[in-house]
């Protein structure tokens, strides 16, 4: 649904590495960037966007992206806002036995 018929966008989903590697360090920062509202989020129109700011932490061990492997993991999204050109989104990234892996917070704008 795109995000501008919701009120405050949020979403929980369960995500892995489509090949079946097992993650690490880097692949949490990418999966952490994957909720920024895209241009298909938005609506069904083209428009250009672009990340004003990121900030992105990673709470997990080694043990921890061990015992991750290349299960799912739990990827939570919550905005607070998405308008006037503007939007904001809080990650969450959970391992499937309950550990906080990272978290990001991202501002970005649109047209």
């Excluded at 995500?15 to 938005?42: H, N, V």
């Excluded at 061990?61 to 015992?67: L, N, T, V, W």
């Amino acid at each position: 649904m795109p995000f501008t018929v919701n009120e405050r966008p949020e979403a929980l989903v369960w995500i892995k590495e489509s090949d079946g590697r097992p993650i690490d360090r880097a692949s949490l920062f990418s999966i952490c960037d994957t909720p920024m509202p895209r241009t298909f989020f938005l609506s069904e129109d083209l428009r250009m966007g672009s990340t004003v700011s990121m900030s992105t932490y990673i709470y997990a061990s080694e043990q921890d992206i061990a015992e991750a492997g290349s299960d799912y993991l739990l990827l939570r999204v919550d905005g607070a806002a998405c308008r006037n050109h503007k939007t904001d989104s809080r990650v969450e990234l959970w391992s499937k036995n309950g550990a906080l892996l990272a978290t990001s917070n991202q501002i970005g704008f649109f047209r």
